[in-house]
């Protein structure tokens, strides 16, 4: 299996969760979003999403639903869990413990 | 919502979305789809807006996104299912390339079936024997109590000691004691004999079991003179009293004697058998009835009652045994005389039953785990054999980017589906081999009634079967995955040196089966050696044309000795002149039926007190003529040998050895009084044979006899034993005849040829000989089919090169020479591991053979050449295929 892309599999996962936390969005929305927010510094690959979106889902920490877009289309729209609340909670605090970290020892070299 | 509802309920999503991937395959995989077309038409219509064309749109968004077939493979991975996808796959994969090639599935399922059959069948029986539990509730708790002697390890108990030390101990819940002894039952038409146990109060409870009607025995029960009652079993109460419900306080005839009925046991009620004497195991007891007993509690020589108890909750059988040994010390100072050089031991009652067969049974279940692990490595041997031509497929797919795990995978699932095949031909097999098994099993094995396929058997088979496939899949599983496949592409198949690979592993399986298969034939070996010379060893009598069949009288109809002497007097003198017969005799028994009654005596001027003692039989003047038990000095005993003459006493040899060592023995007079007067001593007037103890040892104790007239216990049983001119089985008849034409109201009971009793006991030797032998049998097949694969295979490699050979002037002896040898430095090297091996484990079943050493060098010698000899014969096939090749064919196919 080919690594999905430069970001490591579980900052993916927390990107995803994050843009969740906002509103349910469809894939092409979350990709979209990523990139945009972070002013495209973060190329994602888009099939990338898809498998990571489909683990999450198996995970219970996202559900899907089909819902029509604003365009009238059907479209598969994510949104978090309950469970996937908690698990954002978690996985933002270890990578805010694990970046300030980093930060400190950049800081100390 | 706490944290652990929120897991709860995210588990069941889960487990919905799985069952969903699973179930809705399709309807998932649209979802994919429509889901990935979506993102890519909003992708295109973005890259529209930025002012692409419509078609560098879309390629610019297939771009973005990526392989598409990918991403679907890869989604699938996440929902974790992609595995059950592959393995119904490669499953029918598997079942493909086994329709493919009929002959190898054959073989295959075959030998594997053969063993896991053999196995399963000799599991059900272990798991019967050994695994079940006994049919007691809390089995644990219950114990036997023996007494233990330097010369009988495991004795029974005398009641005076019993009841004391029911009386004394505080370890036993219940504390009971036992013994054999049939009834006759009359008036219910035909008299016939019941098998019955005299047990004393709370019996039942030590086993645990209540009767279904009416109620136990108690203690008032045990004394004589409170009448006489029994409890009868519920198999006797439906055939004998048509399940009468009133039968409760019912009066019934045994014995010619009265006997209330006190209560009915529940059906399937069975008597804990042991080792001592075999006698009843599963529901096999007709009767119980109080056990009586009276004499002077200061004379405590004479042990007949076995003893059983159940330890109270919490009480280990140590604390048990602890106490015992307390009450025996205390025993022995009240009554020193009688328990000098004893002690007492409880034994768990589960090894107290299945004990001695425990270890045939492992040595069988290790002789049949080998057969197994032959079949395995033939299996892999077939397996390679078959993945050598695979090469090339195997080497394609590499090449398209099947990952090695997923070639392996895929092999593994090939062998477990063969396995799995095997193990199904296996069940059905053990299911016919289990009824064998158990009507080959020796009479009285313990415990042969719960013996039966059931869900344990089934699992055994089914973790066997996928032990076998991964065992026999692995080696060539990794052995073909590791395969280069630009070599083997560019090799066109023929892969030189993956098959040098390929073919040491093979030649090392087929080594192994080799030295495996050796190490079963000496087994067998040696269990034939030891079996055969059990079969020619004297027995000191001779079994043949011998019929035997028990009386017991009852004593309401003969009071006196006198009357029963008087009839069997005539019973005998009648049978002797029946046309037929050549002699009639009639003892307290006849050889090898576990009679052991021992007693204790002092000699005429030794000291008293000593240890002298002798298993005790009686006998009229021609019963060891109808035996065929030679007369070594001295007389037989005769019609003057009367009741009131001087007692007289025949011994055997090893008596005379033991106790008169060097000297003659004839005249010398032994006594069972402490106090001896003169009628009390009885002279030695005839020394016998030895008769071995059991078939089974070449032991024999010391033993004698005195005339059945003059017996100073009578014995509650007397055997006849008829010695025909002819066939034996004939006089059956007239032996019935003359009893009934004395008295019409006896039962004659265990009517049986000697040549049976004897062929019976020696069943134990024979059937673990047929099986091992059977295995081994197995074995040696399975390694000759090993060495005929390999040879086969290498001489097909080889045919270029031996035509090369031929064709440069090499004779076609030589051709043949060359690959013979290769096929005996095969078995060469198999039969030295297989020898070695077999010396190391031949030590297991030292138990098992009988005056055989466990080096025997004629057996070694013997298996090592036959190992070798069917090693040619297999080998002899390719070889000639080889040496009759036309070179010119062989180096025109390259």
């Known amino acids: 299996m080919s690594k999905p892309s430069d970001l490591i599999q579980g900052t993916l996962d927390l990107l995803i969760l994050k843009t969740l936390s906002l509103e349910p969005k469809h894939g092409w929305a979350i990709a979209k979003r990523i990139e945009q927010v972070s002013h495209d510094a973060l190329q994602i690959t888009q099939g990338a999403l898809y498998p990571a979106l489909h683990r999450l889902e198996q995970q219970g920490w996202i559900r899907a639903a089909w819902r029509t877009t604003e365009t009238g289309r059907e479209a598969k729209f994510y949104e978090l869990t309950r469970a996937g609340r908690t698990q954002l909670a978690r996985e933002l605090e270890q990578w805010e413990r694990l970046s300030s970290a980093v930060a400190h020892v950049i800081d100390m070299a | ?894």
């Open chain 2, 1 to 894: 919502m706490p944290e652990n509802q929120m897991d709860e309920r995210r588990w069941w999503t889960v487990l919905r979305l799985r069952l969903r991937t699973m179930f809705k395959r399709r309807r998932v995989d649209e979802e994919l789809d429509t889901e990935l077309r979506f993102h890519l038409e909003q992708q295109t219509q973005e890259n529209i807006a930025l002012g692409m064309s419509a078609a560098a749109a879309r390629e610019s968004a297939l771009r973005r996104l990526g392989g598409v077939t990918q991403i679907q493979e890869q989604c699938r991975d996440m929902r974790r299912t992609n595995y059950l996808d592959d393995f119904l796959l490669d499953l029918r994969y598997a079942a493909r390339t086994l329709a493919k090639s009929p002959g190898f599935g054959v073989v295959m399922i075959l030998t594997l079936g053969l063993s896991i059959g053999a196995n399963s069948a000799i599991f059900s029986v272990i798991d019967g024997v050994l695994l079940k539990r006994l049919p007691y509730p809390d089995q644990k708790r219950i114990v036997r109590i023996f007494y233990s002697h330097k010369d009988f390890p495991s004795f029974p108990m005398n009641p005076f000691d019993f009841r004391d030390i029911r009386s004394r101990n505080h370890s036993f819940e219940a504390i009971a004691a036992f013994s054999h002894r049939d009834l006759q039952l009359s008036g219910q038409g035909q008299p016939v004999r019941l098998s019955g146990f005299q047990v004393t109060s709370g019996y039942f409870s030590v086993l645990g079991i209540r009767p279904e009607r009416g109620r136990e025995f108690e203690e008032k029960d045990e004394q004589k003179g409170n009448g006489s009652v029994v409890i009868l079993s519920d198999r006797i109460w439906r055939s004998e009293f048509a399940a009468a419900p009133d039968i409760i306080g019912r009066k019934v005839t045994l014995d010619n004697q009265p006997f209330i009925v006190l209560g009915v046991m529940p059906p399937g009620t069975a008597h804990p058998g042991n080792e001592y004497q075999p006698v009843a195991y599963g529901d096999t007891v007709d009767v119980w009835w109080p056990f009586t007993f009276d004499g002077n509690p200061a004379r405590r020589g004479s042990h007949y009652v076995e003893g059983i108890g159940r330890l109270k909750p919490g009480v280990t059988p140590e604390q048990g045994q602890g106490e015992l040994n307390t009450l025996m010390a205390q025993l022995t100072r009240e009554y020193p005389e009688a328990h000098t050089g004893w002690s007492i031991f409880a034994v768990p009652l589960h090894r107290e039953i299945v004990g001695s067969s425990q270890r045939m049974l492992l040595v069988l279940l290790g002789a049949v785990a080998l057969v197994l692990l032959i079949a395995c490595a033939n299996a892999a041997n077939l397996m390679l054999a078959r993945a050598a031509s695979r090469q090339r497929e195997i080497a394609v797919r590499s090449a398209l980017g099947a990952p090695r795990s997923r070639l392996i995978r895929q092999m593994l699932t090939e062998s477990m589906f063969i396995a799995l095949l095997g193990g199904g031909l296996g069940v059905a097999l053990a299911a016919v081999c289990v009824k064998v098994l158990v009507s080959l099993l020796p009479a009285g094995f313990p415990r042969a009634d719960a013996i039966h396929l059931n869900p344990a058997v089934f699992a055994f088979t089914f973790l066997v079967a996928i032990g076998t496939g991964l065992l026999f899949g692995i080696a060539p599983a990794l052995q073909t995955s590791r395969s280069d496949p630009q070599l083997n592409l560019r090799e066109g198949g023929r892969g030189a040196t993956g098959s040098v690979r390929h073919h040491r592993l093979r030649s090392v399986l087929v080594a192994t089966e080799v030295s495996l298969a050796c190490v079963l034939l000496v087994g067998a070996g040696l269990m034939l050696r030891s079996f055969v010379n059990l079969l020619r060893e004297d027995p000191g009598f001779q079994p043949e044309h011998v019929l035997t069949a028990s009386l017991s009288l009852p004593q309401a109809d003969y009071k006196t000795d006198d009357a029963a002497s008087h009839f069997y007097d005539q019973l005998l003198r009648n049978l002797s002149s029946a046309p037929g017969v050549s002699a009639a005799g009639a003892g307290s028994d006849v050889p090898w039926t576990g009679y052991d009654d021992n007693a204790g005596f002092d000699i005429e001027g030794r000291q008293p007190g000593e240890d002298f003692h002798g298993r005790y039989h009686a006998a009229s003047p021609d019963y060891f003529r109808a035996l065929g038990m030679p007369l070594v000095r001295g007389r037989f005993f005769t019609e003057a040998d009367k009741k009131d003459a001087t007692p007289a006493l025949i011994i055997n040899e090893a008596m005379a050895r033991r106790y008169w060592p060097g000297v003659d023995a004839l005249g010398r007079r032994i006594t069972f009084q402490t106090s001896p007067k003169e009628k009390d001593w009885m002279t030695i007037v005839g020394i016998v044979g030895d008769v071995k103890d059991q078939a089974d040892s070449s032991h024999t104790e010391p033993a004698f006899w005195w005339p059945v007239v003059q017996q100073p216990f009578a014995s509650p049983t007397t055997s006849i034993a008829v010695r025909a001119k002819g066939d034996a089985s004939e006089l059956a008849g007239v032996v019935r005849d003359e009893v009934h034409k004395l008295d019409p109201t006896l039962a004659v009971a265990d009517v049986r040829l000697m040549d049976n009793i004897a062929d019976a006991s020696v069943s134990t030797p024979r059937f673990a000989f047929f099986l091992i032998g059977l295995f081994a049998g197995l074995a040696i097949v399975l390694a000759a089919i090993g060495i005929y694969g390999v040879i086969s295979y290498s001489v097909t490699q080889r045919a270029h090169e031996l035509g090369l050979r031929v064709a440069l002037g090499a004779q076609r002896w030589d051709v043949l020479r060359l690959v013979l040898s290769e096929g005996m430095r095969l078995a060469m090297g198999g039969v030295v591991v297989g020898v070695i091996c077999a010396l190391a484990l031949a030590r297991a079943m030292r138990s098992l053979i009988y005056e055989v050493g466990a080096a025997d060098p004629l057996t070694f010698s013997l298996v090592a050449l036959l190992v070798v000899g069917v090693a040619l014969l297999a080998c002899y096939l390719p070889a000639r295929r080889a040496m009759l090749a036309d070179p010119v064919v062989a180096l025109r196919s390259e």
